[in-house]
């Protein structure tokens, strides 16, 4: 039987062990999707609810727009790993960890379906509604370990979302032939990608030089906010885009 949980959002409870104080004083400003990138969805409850996986997730949105809470959101689940956004290094300790059932890239990555992401819209706006989280502090886990993630991936309606006023979004620029970086080049106008990226919340290195850091980066950039081509190579619509996204961001 569904009841009213935490999120005041219809749920079951399935409670599982994987969870721990959260730090005295750290505010929840950060919410995460993921995709459970598993071949079923009771293969990824079970591993959110096992001890010797170390892993969970505050909440789980199934296929058919069902939702399990796993972790009281007053607790630190375990969802983002080692990660970091805006000179932060641990997420798990101010952020709400939302799994969104899909086998991913491994397992047969396809569409997520209108009404699971209408459930995770409802989800992730009461959430950020609560907890005063702000648009642009709703991320994928993509954004936060570009060097090991890449859910929840360039299929996610980041745009759908958007509609619904969750997240911090723009109309990604036109693809156009031009200007272009790539991973091995170096100077000033690396150093500009790099800067504008780190800006935005990335980790990157404000080096000059187009390392695997900053290919990462990009990559994850483009996951979320330029789906259309994700290849890790500065083009003039990532380029646009990127600032775009910066001159929308209020003054804080």
Not at 49 to 61: F, G, I, K, M, N
Not at 66 to 83: D, F, M, N, T, Y
Not at 115 to 138: F, M, S, Y
Request: with cysteine; proline share 7%.
């Amino acid at each position: 039987m569904s009841v009213t949980t935490d999120t005041g959002v219809k749920a079951r409870v399935h409670p599982s062990p994987n969870h721990g104080e959260r730090p005295e004083g750290v505010p929840i400003d950060t919410v995460v999707l993921h995709y459970t990138g598993m071949q079923d969805a009771e293969s990824a409850l079970r591993r959110l609810c096992d001890p010797r996986a170390e892993v969970s997730a505050h909440y789980l949105v199934y296929e058919d727009g069902s939702i399990l809470q796993c972790v009281p959101e007053a607790r630190r689940a375990w969802h983002a790993g080692k990660s970091f956004w805006k000179g932060e290094t641990d997420l798990n300790s101010r952020s709400i960890g939302i799994e969104i059932v899909n086998p991913g890239h491994e397992f047969g990555y396809r569409p997520f379906p209108a009404v699971q992401i209408n459930a995770v819209c409802e989800l992730t706006a009461d959430i950020c509604k609560r907890h005063g989280i702000q648009p642009w502090r709703v991320l994928a886990h993509s954004d936060v370990a570009p060097d090991r993630k890449e859910d929840p991936g360039e299929l996610f309606p980041w745009d759908v979302l958007a509609g619904r006023g969750i997240g911090h979004y723009v109309a990604p620029a036109a693809m156009t032939s031009g200007l272009f970086m790539q991973e091995g080049e170096e100077g000033q106008p690396v150093e500009a990608i790099q800067s504008m990226l780190a800006i935005y919340g990335y980790d990157v290195p404000i080096s000059g030089v187009f390392d695997r850091r900053t290919r990462d980066a990009v990559t994850a950039f483009q996951r979320h906010f330029r789906q259309e081509k994700v290849d890790g190579v500065v083009d003039r619509s990532t380029l646009e885009t990127l600032h775009h996204l910066l001159s929308t961001l209020p003054a804080l």
